[in-house]
């Protein structure tokens, strides 16, 4: 089994949808999770940090759930800019273990 | 800002050569990193260091070699290319040792033939 899971998808929604993504993670030991926004040929960039308590930055809302261990990412009201690859990633001591990321494709 | 900076940003090389991919930060960033992504593959750790004059293995490390005699560079070495090193490059940093938000360089595409 992969340390980190996430359907590559693409995902193909329309502007103003509403998609969730899931990552799955095996190590219950993992401290932190992130989701990493990659675009085209460009390097990944921190998206947001994922908390216990859960967490939300504009459009987008992260959760953790260590009893299931997974992580979701939702975005509200799409924009066509959303289109990128997300990538999860999960923290143990100083290693990143890095998702193969989901595809998201926002059209008009 | 200029972050993190690599060079080149592509590289063709013949099966046996030896180069070194760049990688130089300005943020007075303690880790450092070296990942290789390929497709339907998560970005793999090649090597890291957490201070100048510390390097470590990741979990691709043969192939390569890394050192880190300053806080801003450090450098990857490809000593013998292979074919099987086609792959985009990413050197990454951080300022915390947790590794909780890393700055990735804008990548080298290296082909090896």
């Known amino acids: 089994r992969k340390e980190v899971e996430q359907d590559p998808g693409p995902f193909n929604v329309p502007e103003g949808a509403t998609v969730a993504f899931n990552c799955t993670y095996s190590?219950?030991?993992?401290?932190?999770f992130f989701w990493y926004r990659q675009d085209c040929r460009k390097e990944p960039k921190l998206l947001m940090s994922?908390?216990?308590s859960g967490n939300e930055d504009g459009r987008f809302t992260a959760q953790l759930n260590r009893a299931s261990q997974y992580i979701s990412l939702l975005i509200r009201d799409s924009k066509l800019s959303d289109s990128a690859t997300y990538l999860c990633v999960v923290r143990n001591a100083s290693k990143l273990t890095f998702g193969t990321g989901t595809r998201l494709q926002v059209t008009l | 800002n200029a972050g993190v900076t690599q060079t080149p940003k592509f590289q063709v090389l013949k099966t046996g050569q030896s180069m070194t991919l760049q990688c130089a930060q300005d943020m007075n960033h303690e880790y450092m990193s070296w990942y290789r992504q390929d497709p339907g593959m998560g970005l793999r750790l090649i090597h890291y260091?957490?201070?100048?004059?510390?390097?470590d293995q990741g979990e691709v490390p043969n192939g390569y070699n890394v050192s880190r005699s300053t806080t801003e560079d450090f450098p990857l070495r490809l000593l013998s290319a292979a074919p099987s090193q086609t792959s985009v490059y990413f050197c990454?940093?951080?300022?915390?040792?947790?590794?909780?938000?890393?700055?990735f360089g804008s990548g080298t595409q290296l082909s090896v033939l």
């Open positions: 994922v908390y216990s």
């Open positions: 990454a940093s951080s300022d915390s040792a947790g590794v909780d938000k890393l700055f």
């Open positions: 190590n219950s030991a993992s401290q932190s």
């Open positions: 260091s957490v201070g100048a004059g510390i390097t």
